[in-house]
C-alpha cells in the first residue's frame, strides 16, 4: 500500500517563518511537523512507501527526508505543481501508477491518530474512501471540512460550512481513497473536499471513521502554531 503525504503548500499565512523553512519543517515540540505525520503513517505496516508533495522549498524538504530516513519504509518526495489537495494527489498518482488504495495526510496538522485502524477499518466498511474525523467545539465548525453521518456512511461533506451547524464532525486530514475515487479527481487545480468528497458522500460511498485523538493540532497561522507548541510541551514527554 502507498501513502501521500501533502507538503507542497508556501504557508503563506505563517510569514515571515516561511521565508526561510518550508511549513512541513517548522518544528512544534522540538520536531518538524512532517515527522509527526510519518510516525502516524508507520502505524500501518502495510504502506511500503510514502510519496511526500514538494513544491516550495523542495529542497529543503528533500535534503530533511534523506537525511532522516526509515529502515521500514522507503520515503520519496515527489515534485509537483502546488496543486491543491486533489490536483496534486492525482498527478502523485498518475506520475508513479498507483494502482491500489492509498493513504493520504495533509503535512501541516499535529496529531495522533492509528492509520493501522483507519485502513481497517476502510476495508471492512468497503467504501470508496474512508475519512478520519474527530469532533470539534462547535465555535470551530467553519474552519474545517464538517461531515455529516449515518451509521459508518458520510451522508453529506461540506468544507468550511456558514449558517446552521448540523455536525461537529472534522475532516482529520487523514484519509484513505481506493484507485476508482482518485481517477475521478480532475487533473487541474482543485481540492478532494469539494471535488471528491460531496460526490462519494452523496452516493454512500463514503466512510467516516471516528477516533479521538489526544490532541489534533493546526499549524496554519502564527497564532495557532505559537498555541501548539505551548500545547505539545505540555503533553508529550521528552524524547
Not at 55 to 68: D, F, V
Not at 219 to 239: E, V
Amino acid at each position: 500500500m502507498k501513502a501521500v503525504i501533502l507538503a507542497a503548500g508556501k504557508g503563506e499565512r505563517l510569514k515571515p517563518l516561511t521565508y526561510a523553512i518550508p511549513k512541513p519543517l517548522l518544528p512544534v515540540a522540538g520536531k518538524p511537523v512532517i515527522t509527526y505525520v510519518i510516525d502516524n503513517l508507520l502505524t500501518c505496516q502495510e504502506i511500503d512507501t510514502i510519496y511526500v508533495a514538494v513544491s516550495h522549498m523542495k529542497e529543503l524538504i528533500t535534503n530533511y527526508l534523506k537525511h532522516t530516513p526509515r529502515d521500514s519504509i522507503k520515503i520519496e518526495p515527489v515534485t509537483t505543481l502546488g496543486w491543491d489537495t486533489g490536483g496534486d494527489l492525482r498527478s502523485i498518482a498518475v506520475e508513479k501508477e498507483v494502482r491500489g488504495p492509498v493513504v493520504v495526510a495533509y503535512g501541516d496538522n499535529v496529531t495522533n491518530i492509528n492509520v493501522n485502524s483507519l485502513v481497517n477499518f476502510h476495508k471492512k466498511i468497503k467504501a470508496k474512501g474512508t475519512v478520519a474525523l474527530f469532533n470539534v467545539p462547535r465555535s470551530d465548525v467553519s474552519r474545517f471540512g464538517i461531515a455529516s453521518l449515518e451509521g459508518d456512511r458520510i451522508k453529506r461533506f461540506i468544507e468550511k460550512p456558514t449558517g446552521k451547524i448540523t455536525s461537529t464532525l472534522a475532516n482529520a486530514g487523514y484519509y484513505v481513497l481506493e484507485h476508482e475515487a482518485i481517477e475521478k479527481i480532475p487533473h487541474k487545480k482543485v481540492k478532494v473536499e469539494t471535488s471528491i468528497f460531496p460526490r462519494l458522500a452523496e452516493r454512500g460511498e463514503l466512510a467516516g471513521y471516528v477516533y479521538k485523538p489526544k490532541y489534533w493540532l493546526d499549524i496554519g497561522t502564527l497564532d495557532s502554531y505559537q498555541k501548539a507548541n505551548k500545547m505539545l510541551f505540555g503533553i508529550l514527554p521528552p524524547d
